[in-house]
């Protein structure tokens, strides 16, 4: 399995942005179609978006088009997030997931053999 540490998690004000990096170690990244998804207390964990292993597509849930960008540089084996415009509603712990199977892009949580530890996403009004 591939190791993914999350960072650039934080508190900031409805209406701003900030951006997510997951790195990863431990296997060739650009084998791994990789994903975001968050989790807020007492919900389950949601799909947030996902890029597939060139970069060349990308999966986004409703709520966050427009908003979000999901990137990737296989160089540096990062995966980020562009989060504009947040919302009370984004606050969660986000993670970043990776997929070893060749495969439609992965939208749900079982499709995905590799977590990281999660960061901490809070959105003030």
């Known amino acids: 399995q591939v190791q993914l540490v999350e960072s650039g998690g934080g508190l900031v004000q409805a209406g701003g942005s900030l951006r997510l990096s997951c790195a990863a170690s431990?296997?060739?990244?650009?084998?791994?179609?990789m994903g975001w998804f968050r989790q807020a207390p007492g919900k389950e964990r949601e799909f947030v978006a996902a890029?597939?292993?060139?970069?060349?597509?990308?999966e986004y849930v409703d709520s966050v088009k427009g908003r979000f960008t999901i990137s990737r540089d296989n160089v540096k084996s990062t995966v980020y997030l562009q989060m504009n415009r947040l919302k009370l509603e984004d606050t969660a712990v986000y993670y970043c997931?990776?997929?070893?199977?060749?495969?439609?892009?992965?939208?749900?949580?079982?499709?995905?053999?590799?977590w990281g530890q999660g960061t901490q996403v809070t959105v003030s009004s």
């Open positions: 997931a990776a997929d070893s199977v060749i495969r439609t892009l992965p939208i749900r949580v079982r499709d995905y053999d590799s």
């Open positions: 431990g296997r060739t990244f650009s084998n791994y179609a």
């Open positions: 890029i597939s292993r060139t970069g060349s597509t990308t």
